[in-house]
């Protein structure tokens, strides 16, 4: 009976061209759900799919299910305007307050607010052709799978540049920027890896307190630890190492007031603490960094999206599908205040 239900999800699906059936297609329905919202009628149709699921595909690893620091932050996709621009309004405005006044007319204070306009990024992925002397040989469904890879591969990039732009570029008075002494309370050992100082309890408290300083609520605090930086926790703070091991969220705990999240692909800082460009690698003594900032100072925002499908029937000469998709996407401060950085101070030999 679990077979025919898989069958019957898979024809359904193929029918439909959607992945909108409910859980009762099993393994089947798993599959296809990944399959993003949108596609275009007949994109899945049988016969770009010869035969059932007959073969194991053996795909890429990605992080675009480690992104969870993007949830619960304000989503302003509703916002969107022609041309996929958004925009917002710098309200500037700290009312003085008098204190056993007797000077009239009280005093006018004037707001200044700004028009803050951003504009989404074009994201668009390569098309990818699938031939139909490729889906006979291999005898198996292969279009959902193409379709899952570019969803994943627009996933990644907006994790990626999200937490990029969330990242304050160099230190300042309200982008708090500092190296990792890899010093704690309890040892006045300095603690290194061989060729960074690693990051200990003191250093976040460090970063808490110029939050502190800066007025930022406690509320809505959030580090997103580079891959180094969780090592070096749980290597040098116990009871950090016993919450990561007891996470089941996307949150791994909460820390000196920071919610704290774990990220693969944070931007890479100089020696300096400046923040590299994007998509430029780490050279010696650069490393990932933690980010921090406050959900109130940052937003996301997603404009048009399509999906491109040519079929292999109108294509005498290769007789291939191609398939490709267009995003407008946006994550980034709305005001670069209430953002933070620790990055890996350099040991010294």
């Known amino acids: 009976m679990r077979f025919a239900k898989i069958i019957l999800s898979l024809v359904i699906a193929m029918l439909i061209g959607t992945a909108t059936f409910g859980a009762a297609g ?12 949108g596609v275009p009628t007949g994109a899945l149709c049988a016969d770009l799919i ?18 969870t620091f993007l949830e619960g932050i304000s989503d302003y996709s509703r916002f969107v305007k022609d041309g996929n621009i958004i925009h917002l309004i710098d309200f500037d405005l700290d009312p003085e307050v008098l204190v056993n006044n007797t000077q009239y007319p009280i005093p006018v204070q004037e707001m200044n607010n700004a028009d803050i306009v951003l504009t989404l990024d074009k994201l668009q992925t390569k ?13 198996a469904e292969l279009m959902p799978h193409v379709i899952e890879e570019h969803r994943v591969a627009i996933s990644e990039y907006r994790l990626d540049k999200a937490i990029f732009n969330f990242a304050a570029e160099a230190n300042a008075d309200a982008t708090p920027v500092i ?26 408290i460090k ?15 959030r580090l997103v630890l580079c891959p180094d930086h969780v090592a070096d926790l749980l290597v040098g703070d116990l009871a950090f190492a016993q919450q990561y091991q007891n996470h089941t969220t996307g949150a791994i705990a909460k820390m000196y007031g920071f919610e704290i999240y774990e990220f693969v692909a ?13 998509g430029v690698a780490a050279e010696q003594g650069e490393y990932q960094a933690s980010v921090a900032f406050h959900v109130s100072r940052v937003g996301k925002a997603t404009g048009e999206r399509k999906q491109y499908l040519s079929r292999a029937e109108t294509d005498p000469l290769y007789q291939r599908n191609l398939y490709n998709v267009r995003e407008y996407f946006l994550a980034m401060p709305k005001k670069k205040e209430a953002l933070g950085v620790i990055y890996s101070g350099t040991a010294q030999s």
């Open 26 to 37: 099993g393994a089947a329905a798993v599959l296809l759900s990944l399959i993003p919202k």
């Open 50 to 67: 010869p035969e059932v699921w007959t073969k194991e595909f053996v795909k890429s690893f990605n992080h675009a299910d480690t992104g």
């Open 127 to 139: 098309a990818t052709p699938v031939t139909d002397d490729v889906v006979y040989d291999i005898k």
């Open 179 to 204: 190296a990792t002494t890899g010093v704690d309370f309890d040892s006045e050992a300095v603690k290194t890896d061989g060729t960074r100082l690693r990051l200990t309890r003191a250093d976040v």
């Open 207 to 221: 970063l808490k307190t110029a939050f502190d300083k800066m007025g930022v609520p406690i509320a809505g605090r």
């Open 266 to 278: 944070n931007p890479v800082y100089t020696a300096n603490g400046s923040r590299k460009a994007y």
